[in-house]
């Protein structure tokens, strides 16, 4: 019994996990790890949260930006080989703007708040999840291209439109 295939159907039929699941897996959980569990993760939250507060409580800021985004481009490096090995190619020329709108639209309607200091890495992979649904059925529709840019548009901004009311509420609310 296989639990991941490293042939994708090419000579035997297609069974198993894809391993990129597994390492999706492996990367969330080695981030939920560092973002809720240690001091760096409290730290990133804090300055999200509050820059000013955080700096003022003896967070150097300058550091800690630094270094989450130097784990953020690395993620991104991961990111682009895995996509890289799904294409079996790469072009600086193909679907940029679309894969950036996917990734902002899937941590947003994750839970991620675009204002800071909230949200979890799970969430942006289940609003990856979303936002791959939505795509792939838009696909299966014959939905034009323009289209699906505008439906995944308009899930972005009910995302954003109700991450803002709720920060309204929150912030009116204390």
């Given at each position: 019994?296989?639990?991941?295939?490293?042939?994708?159907?090419?000579?035997?039929?297609?069974?198993?996990?894809?391993?990129?699941?597994?390492?999706?897996?492996?990367?969330?959980?080695v981030w939920t790890f560092v973002l809720g569990r240690t001091r760096f993760g409290r730290y990133v939250y804090a300055?999200?949260?509050?820059?000013?507060?955080?700096?003022?409580?003896?967070?150097?800021?300058?550091?800690?930006?630094?270094?989450?985004?130097?784990?953020?481009?690395?993620?991104?490096?991961?990111?682009?080989?895995?996509?890289?090995?799904?294409?079996?190619?790469?072009?600086?020329?193909?679907?940029?703007?679309?894969?950036?709108?996917?990734?902002?639209?899937?941590?947003?309607?994750?839970?991620?708040?675009?204002?800071?200091?909230?949200?979890?890495?799970?969430?942006?992979?289940?609003?990856?999840?979303?936002?791959?649904?939505?795509?792939?059925?838009?696909?299966?529709?014959?939905?034009?291209?323009?289209?699906?840019y505008m439906v995944t548009a308009l899930v972005l901004l009910v995302a954003v439109t109700i991450d803002a009311l709720?920060?309204?509420?929150?912030?009116?609310?204390?």
């Amino acid at each position: 019994m296989l639990i991941c295939n490293t042939d994708r159907g090419r000579i035997l039929p297609i069974q198993g996990v894809p391993w990129v699941v597994l390492l999706v897996f492996g990367i969330l959980a080695v981030w939920t790890f560092v973002l809720g569990r240690t001091r760096f993760g409290r730290y990133v939250y804090a300055i999200g949260g509050n820059a000013e507060a955080a700096r003022r409580a003896g967070v150097n800021l300058a550091l800690i930006r630094t270094i989450a985004f130097t784990l953020c481009s690395f993620t991104a490096g991961l990111a682009g080989v895995i996509y890289a090995s799904r294409l079996r190619s790469i072009s600086t020329a193909f679907d940029g703007g679309t894969l950036v709108l996917y990734a902002v639209a899937a941590a947003v309607i994750g839970g991620t708040s675009l204002f800071g200091g909230r949200g979890k890495a799970l969430h942006g992979v289940l609003g990856g999840v979303v936002i791959a649904g939505i795509a792939n059925g838009m696909g299966l529709l014959n939905m034009s291209a323009a289209s699906q840019y505008m439906v995944t548009a308009l899930v972005l901004l009910v995302a954003v439109t109700i991450d803002a009311l709720t920060r309204r509420g929150r912030v009116a609310g204390t």
